[in-house]
């Protein structure tokens, strides 16, 4: 079974991450081969523009390399088993987005 990619949107640019980490205030990809289904993520907090940023990616970029996979949009809160089960124990939410944490890491 091959392993799913993470994918964090950032800037309106797709960021591959190694960790199950899932900030409410972001947006991410999810390549799951084995059911050949991109997961779109959308944290509670995530802005307009990154929830755009995240459907449009997909639709331009991404399935053009994955054009049988099935594409499927999840609210924070509303995880299917199927997404929850990728990842297992190491799945973690977050409060907060890309810019809140990077500028926790600059202040310490």
């Known amino acids: 079974m091959s392993e799913p990619k993470i994918y964090h949107v950032i ?7 190694k960790s199950a980490i899932f900030a409410n205030g972001d947006s991410y990809v999810v390549e799951d081969p084995n059911r050949k289904i991109l997961w779109i993520w959308i944290g509670s907090k995530s802005t307009v523009d990154e929830k755009f940023a995240a459907a449009e990616i997909t639709q331009s970029e ?12 999840i609210e924070e ?24 944490l990077l500028k926790h890491r600059e202040n310490k």
Do not use: Q
Request: without cysteine; hydrophobic residues 35%.
């Open 11 to 17: 800037k309106g640019k797709l960021v591959e991450i």
């Open 62 to 73: 991404l399935i053009k390399e994955h054009r049988e996979f099935e594409i499927k949009s």
């Open 77 to 100: 809160g509303n995880e299917p088993n199927e997404f929850l089960d990728l990842f297992g124990e190491s799945i973690k939410f977050v409060e907060g987005d890309v810019h809140s």
